[in-house]
Structure formats: structure tokens, C-alpha cells
T-cell receptor
Framework: GAVVSQHPSWVICKSGTSVKIECRSL??????MFWYRQFPKQSLMLMAT?????????EQGVEKDKFLINHASLTLSTLTVTSAHPEDSSFYIC??????????FGPGTRLTVT | AQSVTQPDIHITVSEGASLELRCNYS??????LFWYVQSPGQGLQLLLK??????LVQGIKGFEAEFKRSQSSFNLRKPSVHWSDAAEYFC??????????????FGQGTRLTINP
């Protein structure tokens, strides 16, 4: 089946710094990628949708200047958390969709901001 | 308010026993419906989906789900669970007003524990 990877799997950073998370579709071309946030013992919440070569579409309440998304190629999307603060600590999950309907999910990245 | 509800946060069943995980939605029109499983260190995996047609849907790993319009439910079932089924299960919907954009709305999740 289709495989989506994320890197890093976990990261610890200091408050005020920026962190970049990569999402790659390994064996298919992803026309659309999605970024979710998951708090402990809670559900996934969609943050934004990105199409290759286009600006990302952010969900209501998500700060686009805080969470920068770049979908530069058909196999790579990046999420940059800028000027991270402890409240940004969370589990970030990406998913990717190719030509079909199904979304394939990455394993997630745990971000801890100290 | 439009939402997806999984009433059971945590369920424990014995290995070999049957399983039913509940999911209810509140949307005006029937959305697309999905069940995903999340295992530690792994991405969410699609178990099954319902778009239209036969209300009993077969999925992978021996799971099935039944769509009941009158109850706005899409419950997940398995006749006999295995220890490897221990995981977090999420019900998700794609509302009709976002159709095409594939914006999924997830329930809170149900954690399944299997007793040996």
C-alpha cells in the first residue's frame, strides 16, 4: 500500500525557535496533503490542506503565520512551526492523497517545546 | 452542532470475544463515513468506508460496519477480536458541504484493550 513518512518522529525545541516537520509520500505522487494536530487522548483536528504548487488552505482558528505549510513537490510537504511556544506542543500528523480518494497517514511527529 | 461522537472512550474485551464500537454523527445530510485504526508508532490505517449503497460494509482485518440512517450511526464490529486489535479507533466523516475537499472530521476515539 501507499506509504507516507514523517521526519522527525519526535523533536524537542526551546521556546521561541522554529521547527520544520517533513511529510513525504514514498511511493506515490500526492496531489493533496493534509496536516492534523492531535492533543493527548484527543482526536485529530485538521489544520490545513495543501495542494502541490498552491498556497495552503487553513482551517478557521489556525494561524497561518505560525504554522507555515509548503507543498513544493508532489512528494513533499513541510510544516514549520514558527516561534514555537509550549502550547504548540502536540502530535502533528500528515496525510496524503494521490489520484484516488483514500488519504494515507504518516506516523506522526511529536513536538515538545520547552 | 455538527459533530461526530464516539461515546466510549475506552473499551476492554477478552480475546476471542465480539466487539462493537459506537459512532454517531449529527449532520443534516448523510456524510461519507470512515473508520480508522491508530497503533502506536504507526499512521492511521483505513479499516473501511461508506459512501452509499449496501449499509453493511466489509473492511480489512475482519472488521465490518453498519450504517443506520435512522440512528445516524455507523458502528464498527468484529466477531472475534485478536490481541493485535488493541489500538485506538477513530470514526470520521466527510460532511457533504466539504465533499471534494476531503476534509475529515474525527470523533474522539475509542481505545481498545484486549484481555488475554
Amino acid at each position: 500500500g501507499a506509504v507516507v513518512s514523517q521526519h522527525p518522529s519526535w523533536v524537542i525545541c526551546k521556546s521561541g525557535t522554529s521547527v520544520k516537520i517533513e511529510c513525504r509520500s514514498l511511493d506515490f505522487q500526492a496531489t493533496t496533503m493534509f496536516w492534523y494536530r492531535q492533543f493527548p487522548k484527543q482526536s485529530l483536528m485538521l489544520m490545513a490542506t495543501s495542494n502541490e504548487g498552491s498556497k495552503a488552505t487553513y482551517e478557521q482558528g489556525v494561524e497561518k503565520d505560525k504554522f507555515l505549510i509548503n507543498h513544493a513537490s508532489l512528494t513533499l510537504s513541510t510544516l514549520t512551526v514558527t516561534s514555537a511556544h509550549p502550547e504548540d506542543s502536540s502530535f502533528y500528523i500528515c496525510s496524503a492523497r494521490g489520484g484516488g480518494y483514500e488519504q494515507y497517514f504518516g506516523p506522526g511527529t511529536r513536538l515538545t517545546v520547552t | 452542532a455538527q459533530s461526530v461522537t464516539q461515546p466510549d472512550i475506552h473499551i476492554t474485551v477478552s480475546e476471542g470475544a465480539s466487539l462493537e464500537l459506537r459512532c454517531n454523527y449529527s449532520y443534516g445530510a448523510t456524510p461519507y463515513l470512515f473508520w480508522y485504526v491508530q497503533s502506536p508508532g504507526q499512521g492511521l490505517q483505513l479499516l473501511l468506508k461508506y459512501f452509499s449503497g449496501d449499509t453493511l460494509v466489509q473492511g480489512i482485518k475482519g472488521f465490518e460496519a453498519e450504517f443506520k440512517r435512522s440512528q445516524s450511526s455507523f458502528n464498527l464490529r468484529k466477531p472475534s477480536v485478536h490481541w493485535s486489535d488493541a489500538a485506538e479507533y477513530f470514526c470520521a466523516v466527510e460532511p457533504t458541504y466539504t465533499r471534494g475537499a476531503q476534509k475529515l472530521v474525527f470523533g474522539q476515539g475509542t481505545r481498545l484493550t484486549i484481555n488475554p
